[in-house]
């Protein structure tokens, strides 16, 4: 059951000290660099809205006002709390959309 050549893929194994490694360099790529740059933007902004959309759900199926708790009473517990959260849902959304 070896690995097999397939262009245009180049294979290399690298080996370490406890482990080995296999690397896939593409040698084409698959969009041009303006295509590409658009799906970044895209994705992005996709992704932040996304990100804000989840925060604000958060905030409004929880008891109290965690904006309010941020900013106007400098809660650091709840800024804690918020920035969990937005990585939580970005974390989910990276998954999401990489799939």
């Given at each position: 059951?070896?690995?097999?050549?397939?262009?245009?893929?180049?294979?290399?194994?690298?080996?370490?000290?406890?482990?080995?490694?296999?690397?896939?360099?593409?040698?084409?790529?698959?969009?041009?660099?303006?295509?590409?740059?658009g799906l970044f933007v895209v994705?992005?902004?996709?992704?932040?809205?996304?990100?804000?959309?989840?925060?604000?759900?958060?905030?409004?199926?929880?008891?109290?006002?965690?904006?309010?708790?941020?900013?106007?009473?400098?809660?650091?517990?709840?800024?804690?709390?918020?920035?969990?959260?937005?990585?939580?849902?970005?974390?989910?959304?990276?998954?999401?959309?990489?799939?």
């Open positions: 059951m070896g690995l097999e050549l397939e262009l245009p893929f180049l294979w290399y194994g690298i080996v370490g000290r406890h482990m080995m490694s296999l690397a896939i360099i593409p040698l084409f790529a698959q969009h041009s660099l303006a295509e590409g740059l994705y992005g902004l996709a992704g932040i809205l996304l990100a804000v959309a989840g925060y604000k759900l958060f905030d409004k199926l929880t008891p109290g006002d965690l904006h309010r708790e941020i900013f106007e009473q400098k809660n650091i517990a709840a800024a804690i709390l918020a920035g969990s959260v937005i990585l939580g849902v970005a974390m989910i959304l990276s998954a999401a959309m990489s799939s």
